[in-house]
């Protein structure tokens, strides 16, 4: 893959330089379907936060998403060097890049605190409601109708009778399901842009995400700093949550429509049931699985628009 030269020879010089990273990025992994990205993204989406949820037990759940956050910043920062590129965008691509990153801070800490209160599987069904209502937009035929609504009876049978007694806990799922869903509409935009798009873009705002979260988090990280255990625990969290499954969104959003990517979303309770049995032992119910059934079947069912 060529990397973009840093020499200004003018605009359009500059843009068609750009330009040719991008396609050359795309032509590398077209051989493999977008929706191969959209499945590793969906594992390590919930892979790397529930194992944050044993490092609760070292760090505070504030601590644990600026560890996240700071581990993926850096990790981005050595790999790509966003910020002279970024200073050359034009202002309406460096709001939107600041933007994401805002989100990227404010969604991770919501989301930290919601699964230390509420199992991971149920944050993750909440997480569903905004994707729902962008895949119902866009629903354009009967088949991805009832794609849409198997899905989301699919995360009502996921989430039913568990918000008992957990009030903070519901309410912060609930904020981190409107950011994720800012997220999906962000992160969309920045995967199709030539200038500073896919990676890159995403490599900047991950910076702006590491200054946002700083103020709510560093205090509750910095007694940790000292734990090489929790620093390697939390570069792990980091790399496997906020650099892993972004890269993989950014390839798959590339190629798939935003109403595709937002319905496969639906996938995100029943990975996260899965991972909660295999690494938490949050047994699911018979409902549970019927929910996940229902999920598959919405997936299988739709086609994207031509």
């Known amino acids: ?53 044993l490092l609760f037990a070292r760090v505070d759940v504030l601590g644990v998403a600026w560890l996240r956050i700071a581990s993926a910043a850096l990790v981005f920062a050595l790999w790509r060097r966003p910020w002279r590129r970024f200073a050359a965008l034009d202002r309406n691509g ?12 404010f969604m991770n800490a919501c989301f930290y605190i919601s699964i230390d209160r509420l199992p991971l599987a149920t944050v993750a069904a909440i997480e569903f409601i905004g994707p729902i209502a962008l895949a119902l937009i866009a629903a354009r035929t009967s088949r991805n109708l009832a794609a849409v609504l198997a ?76 734990d090489p255990v929790a620093i390697a625990a939390g570069i792990g969290v980091g790399v496997s949550s906020s650099v892993i499954p972004y890269v993989f969104d950014q390839l798959a959003m590339a190629r798939l429509a935003r109403a595709t990517y937002a319905l496969f979303v639906a996938l995100l309770p029943a990975t996260a049931t899965v991972i909660g049995v295999v690494v938490l032992q949050q047994l699911p119910t018979a409902v549970d699985l019927a929910g996940i059934g229902l999920v598959m079947a919405g997936v299988a069912l739709h086609r994207q628009a031509a």
Request: no cysteine.
């Open 1 to 53: 893959m060529p990397s973009i030269v840093h020499v200004h020879f003018g605009p359009s010089g500059r843009q068609f330089l750009i330009a040719e990273a991008t396609t050359a990025q795309l032509s590398y992994v077209k051989p493999v379907p977008p929706q191969a990205f959209f499945v590793g993204s969906a594992i390590f989406h919930y892979l790397g936060p529930s194992f944050a949820v």
């Open 94 to 105: 460096q709001l939107l890049i600041v933007a994401l990153g805002a989100v990227f801070a």
């Open 151 to 226: 899905a989301a009876l699919g995360v009502y049978l996921l989430t039913h009778v568990r918000f008992g007694g957990q009030e903070l806990g519901v309410a912060f799922a609930f904020a981190n399901a409107a950011l994720f869903t800012a997220y999906i509409v962000l992160a969309h935009r920045v995967s199709r842009r030539s200038a500073m798009g896919g990676v890159d873009g995403l490599a900047a705002a991950m910076m702006f995400a590491f200054v946002f979260v700083s103020p709510i988090g560093f205090a509750d990280a910095a007694h940790a700093l000292g």
